[in-house]
T-cell receptor, first 113, second 111 residues
């Protein structure tokens, strides 16, 4: 049982490049979310999903796209990377939503130069 | 606008004493609250939660108190141990919708 798996663990991008952060969970959880962690800002919600085919915006969605074609996967796409997107990104999943508590992956550290 | 606020960025407590971490929220629709603990280079891990129909929930050394009228919750750790040194985040949700986190408090427990 791997839990929530995020890849890659580290990534350096040039401004303007695009990339996809991968997130997969093997717990058959319906709820999945993406957060970014920045110093002094805590964890901020980017996008979330309550099931396959359903996504919604969080607190800071600009510059990011998501899709949820399967229950297991919830990739986060950076369309045109900017230095302001330098951050640590966490993916999380839950069986019951907030009430059940979310399980987090170990994070992806992204640097945009 | 930050809906969940942790106004103390850091807290230092002696081993064996009580640690009290505070959290305030502005959205009166929040009805479920959680505390997460985070070590460096790891994802947050769930610690304890409380529903708005309760004012206290206890799990071993950890107790969460909720004051709905003040829109305030706190996490008490008794007794504090060096392994409790981490960043603690409070989080809140309305109607089991998206989970909104605070800015975190770094707890250091010293011998």
């Amino acid at each position: 049982n791997a839990g929530v798996t995020q890849t890659p663990k580290f990534q350096v991008l040039k401004t303007g490049q695009s990339m996809t952060l991968q997130c997969a969970q093997d717990m058959n959880h319906e709820y999945m979310s993406w957060y970014r962690q920045d110093p002094g800002m805590g964890l901020r919600l980017i996008h979330y999903s309550v099931g396959a085919g359903i996504t919604d915006q969080g607190e800071v969605p600009n510059g990011y796209n998501v899709s949820r074609s399967t229950t297991e996967d919830f990739p986060l796409r950076l369309l045109s990377a900017a230095p302001s997107q330098t951050s640590v990104y966490f993916c999380a999943s839950s069986e019951q939503g907030a009430v059940g508590g979310y399980t987090f992956g170990s994070g992806t550290r992204l640097t945009v130069v | 606008d930050q809906q969940v606020k942790q106004n103390s960025p850091s807290l230092s407590v002696q081993e064996g004493r009580i640690s009290i971490l505070n959290c305030d929220y502005t959205n009166s629709m929040f009805d479920y609250f959680l505390w997460y603990k985070k070590y460096p280079a790891e994802g947050p891990t769930f610690l304890i939660s409380i529903s708005s129909i309760k004012d206290k929930n206890e799990d071993g050394r950890f107790t969460v108190f909720l004051n709905k009228s003040a829109k305030h919750l706190s996490l008490h750790i008794v007794p504090s141990q060096p392994g409790d040194s981490a960043v603690y985040f409070c989080a809140a949700s309305a109607r089991n919708d998206k989970l909104i986190f605070g800015t975190g408090t770094r707890l250091q427990v010293f011998p």
